[in-house]
């Protein structure tokens, strides 16, 4: 069946980089869209960026300049890079699945809830 | 970018009641916009899709309609589950926009 999980660490310091893991399973990433999603706490959805399933990305402008998606198909993992961190960094990350076309989030990871610490 | 404009923030109701969500984009995204409900503590669910379609699973209270840059998400007769928080969200194009968010609570 279809699953996508995030991994990465609770708690990171400010100014330092965050990297999150979506190992994903039951589809391929050649045939799929990987979106990231984040959400601060009480808040609402953020979409932050996409690996195509062609291998091309893109990114919310919002953090266009410090934020990087990539890709390992031979593991079926999505990776994010996000640097200099703030403190409303702060939030739970997500990554989700569509299709090609058009653009729906019909599965989701359960999220990693990350800190970021001064 | 598209914005979703979606209101109201929050909805108070009672069991079995009939409550409606609109969703307005600031330019036509064609239909192509999702709802989704989300819990606690949980990851979002997709309940529509293509404006109006019902995603496998869901129930047949939950409804969705409108086109060009007015959406609405119509849940009938509420059920205990159904007490959330609602989102909507333009599947067009990148940025992937979605609305502020419902939160529909029970009176």
């Known amino acids: 069946q279809v699953q996508l999980k995030e991994t990465g660490p609770d708690l990171v310091q400010l100014t330092q980089t965050l990297s999150i893991t979506c190992t994903v399973s039951?589809?391929?990433?050649?045939?799929?869209?990987v979106h990231w999603v984040r959400q601060p706490p009480g808040k609402g959805l953020e979409w932050m960026g996409a690996?195509?399933?062609?291998?091309?990305?893109d990114y919310n402008s919002a953090f266009k300049s410090r934020l990087s998606i990539s890709r390992d198909t031979s593991k079926s993992q999505v990776f994010l890079k996000m640097n200099s961190l703030q403190t409303d960094d702060t939030a739970k990350y997500f990554c989700?699945?569509?299709?090609?076309?058009?653009?729906?989030?019909?599965?989701w990871g359960q999220g990693v809830m990350v800190t970021v610490s001064s | 970018d598209i914005q979703m404009t979606q209101s109201p923030a929050s909805l108070s109701a009672s069991l079995g009641e009939t409550v409606t969500i609109e969703c307005l984009a600031s330019?036509?995204?064609?239909?192509?916009l999702a709802w989704y409900q989300q819990k606690p503590g949980k990851s979002p669910q997709l309940l529509i899709y293509?404006?109006?379609s019902l995603h496998t699973g869901v129930p047949s209270r939950f409804s969705g309609s409108g086109s060009g840059t007015q959406y609405s998400l119509k849940i009938n007769s509420l059920q205990p589950e159904d007490f959330a928080s609602y989102y909507c969200?333009?599947?067009?194009?990148?940025?992937?926009?979605f609305g502020s968010g419902t939160k529909l609570e029970i009176k």
């Open positions: 989700a699945r569509s299709a090609v076309q058009p653009h729906y989030f019909d599965y």
């Open positions: 039951g589809f391929s990433l050649t045939t799929y869209n």
């Open positions: 690996m195509w399933n062609g291998g091309g990305t």
């Open positions: 330019e036509d995204i064609y239909d192509i």
């Open positions: 293509d404006a109006s």
């Open positions: 969200q333009n599947g067009l194009s990148a940025p992937l926009t």
